[in-house]
């Protein structure tokens, strides 16, 4: 079965705000994870990857969150723009990638 | 430009009839790996290959084949095994296992 889900189905965010996409993950050995966003129709693009011996990592516009004690990490977004509507994945990656079903993001004008 | 690609982008086949999905890298990636995802869903792995000339069975294998007899190219073929083949298939490699995986654009199988 899955190892890692996602929270929310979808998120719906007024352009300008700043989003937050949950994941939890049922692991507790598992040592790195990834964020990748998929548009439609197109393979996921990598965003962000974090491992277990950190708490949080940025990079441009996106922060990732990771708590180990309650096994959940996060993704941040700052200032959502149209161009980040997608599905977002958190993946737990070992010899292979666990993906949850994705959260959708919408962007309001 | 260095990536992977996968062709076609689109394939329609009749039910019964074998078909090759193409995936190609020229990033030098040690690991590649099939994915299929179904409308709404993640990802689920079909085979991976961490070497030339060897691979594993990932968690949906029944119906598939694949082989790597090149470091660039990892072939997937769906049988007519494979109760129900239409789908969004995604090609990745990694330099080595457990490493960031890099995606294919896809190809959008469907069986009439």
């Known amino acids: 079965g899955e190892s890692v889900g996602l929270h929310l189905p979808t998120l719906s965010v007024q352009e300008g705000d700043n989003s937050i996409i949950n994941c939890a993950y049922s692991n507790s050995a598992s040592d790195y994870f990834i964020w990748y966003k998929q548009e439609s129709g197109k393979g996921p693009q990598f965003i962000i990857d974090i491992r277990s011996n950190m708490d949080k990592r940025q990079g441009q516009r996106v922060t990732v969150l990771l708590n180990k004690t309650v096994k959940h990490l996060s993704l941040q977004i700052a200032a959502t723009q149209p161009g980040d509507s997608a599905v977002y994945f958190c993946?737990?990656?070992?010899?292979?990638?666990?993906f949850g079903a994705g959260t959708t993001v919408t962007v309001r004008a | 430009d260095g990536g992977i690609t996968q062709s076609p982008k689109y394939l329609f086949r009749k039910e019964g009839q074998n078909v090759t999905l193409s995936c190609e890298q020229n990033l030098n990636h040690d690991a590649m790996y099939w994915y299929r995802q179904d409308p709404g869903q993640g990802l689920r792995l079909i085979y991976y290959?961490?070497?030339?000339?060897?691979?594993q069975k990932g968690d949906i294998a029944e119906g598939y084949s694949v082989s790597r007899e090149k470091k660039e190219s990892f072939p997937l073929t769906v049988t007519s095994a494979q109760k129900n083949p239409t789908a969004f298939y995604l090609c990745?490699?990694?330099?080595?296992?457990?490493?960031?995986?890099?995606f294919g654009p896809g190809t959008r199988l469907t069986v009439l």
């Open positions: 993946a737990e990656n070992d010899y292979k990638l666990s």
């Open positions: 990745a490699s990694s330099t080595a296992a457990y490493n960031e995986q890099f």
């Open positions: 290959s961490q070497i030339v000339n060897d691979f």
